[in-house]
């Protein structure tokens, strides 16, 4: 019995000194749920600091950021939202859709605003409506569609790879199907359900005869992408992203926004609820509607494409020099 | 003081909630030392099911027993392979839980999220009856409470009958089992279909919890179970009057609020995993400090 009492005892000093930390400070706490570590929710993050002080905030004296990040565990982001509510944060900001998920039921009981970002689609994940809101990070798949047309005004068919369980990425899907012919192109959209079988689907999708690869921001696939960007170099396939990241690895062009403005953009929105000129539940949730060219001329010079001008004085060279 | 008690509710919730599954690892891997992979298709499984009966309006109660339904039949399945096939007892598991990924897809379409307004076992009448008057977060530790004590309980009694004694006997000493003249097959598929019962209850509360399935829930889960058994049995081990299930009870809260200290304690987020893995090294250590000598069950 004693050794149980001494693991108790140990827990109990361990939560109720980081419960009394939690205390000390003045300022309203901002507590950030972050998903996992990835270069866009990263660039996400620090736009949304960014955004606080564009408002005219400072930190430590008008707000104390607490971070955390999950590791891509739902159990933990669980913990990390219920850890933030325990210590009554003044709001909660969430980043990717299960991070959101865990803060807005964490938020339920003290009713807590909730602040998203990076979430393609807020309404079919139903964190539209109560005491939250954010940005979501629509893809501008018009503004892409038009990129591969004139970058390649001879191909037909897109091939996309994308996870079936992922709604960011089927409700994606779906607009390009729905848009594609719009531009004279036909959509091939291969789905998978884990990591390990993307690249077996790049094959099937190089020896469909695809005339090129369009990126979604799915985390499976864009997780592998150097693999298939091997795969689909060799096969002389040219492979866009959608977003910068993507296009610095080795993508050859890409119509995407841009992640830190995103966070930007909800930390503008953080400040209004900090100020107390608007609540999370009034304010309905906001798309970024810029979106940059971006593009990576060593790729595009080995898959032999030019860059029509109108979009080369447009875009961002964003390949590796 | 108020941080604490929040922080102390809400971990002690999780850990009761995943409690269920835990029992579930305790019945295959310490009763019927079966390794069982299943967990972690069948406690997604569990979410998926309730996800879809929810949002279809179901009675949120009513949901619990159809997710435990269609975990049992996911335990016969693997029990089923492993005994009727002669597949080793690892393949089974792997293979129900690979095929389950697509099952739980195809249960529910995609990641699945439940709105505020649907009522779940947390905020149904009869729970608002009866605990209207507690905030939600203790109404959510009452209802997890109640739920894993009579699942406790449950199995507890079920352990004495003739039944759950054979269980224990396949483990322990399987010939024993045999010259009974009982066939030792069917008390595993017995076992696996119990345990998978639990796992996927445990799935559809923590899907009522968060109100959300997600296809990848499951990952991981087996690995839970098994810290929360071996945490719980090591730490009572001398405590014989202590029974396995009230232990690995308290190893699942314990390894919930590893999780919450190392949270709390602002560490690093990418270094988690590691302060948690410490935090275990110490409790046994603790567990262990009065046995002289190597434990082989540890």
Redesign the interface.
Known sequence: ?K??I??IA??AI??????G???SKKPPVIGIS?YG?HASLDNCREGFVQGLKDAGLVENEDFVI??????F????A???A??F????VALMCAIA??AA??C???A??KDIPVIFTAITDPV????D??NITGTSDKLPVDAQLELIRKLQPEAKTIGILYT????NS?SAIGEYQEKGPEYGFTIEGLGV??QSEVTLAADTLIAKGVDCLSNLTDNNVVGVLPSILEKTNEAGIPVYGSEVEQVKIGCVAAAGIDYFELGRQTGKMVAKILRGEATAAEMPYETISEFNYYINSAALAEMGIDVPAEIAEKAIESGNQ | MNNFLDLLVGTVTQGLIYALLSYGVYITYRILDFPDLTVDGSFPLGAAVTAVLLTNGLDPYLTLPVAMLVGAAAGLITGLIHVKLGVRDLLAGIITMTGLFSINLQIAGSNMAIDRATDTIFTAAPTMALFGGMSLIYRKLIVSLILAIVFKLILDIYFNTKSGLLLRAVGDNSVLVTTLAKDKGSVKILGLVIANTLVALSGAVVCHEQRAFSSTMGTGQVVFGLATVIIGTTLFKNLGFVKGTTAVMVGSILYKACIQAAISLGLPANLLKLVTAVLFLVILVIGNRQKSGVNSNA
């Open positions: 019995m050794r149980l001494s693991v140990i827990f361990v939560l109720t000194l980081a419960a930390c939690g205390k972050q570590e607490e971070y955390q990040n999950a590791g565990d739902d159990a933990t669980t913990q990390i219920q850890n509510s325990a210590n009554n859709t299960p998920t865990a807005f039921a964490a339920e009981d079919q994940a139903k964190l409506k109560g079936t369980s992922e709604p089927v359900t884990q």
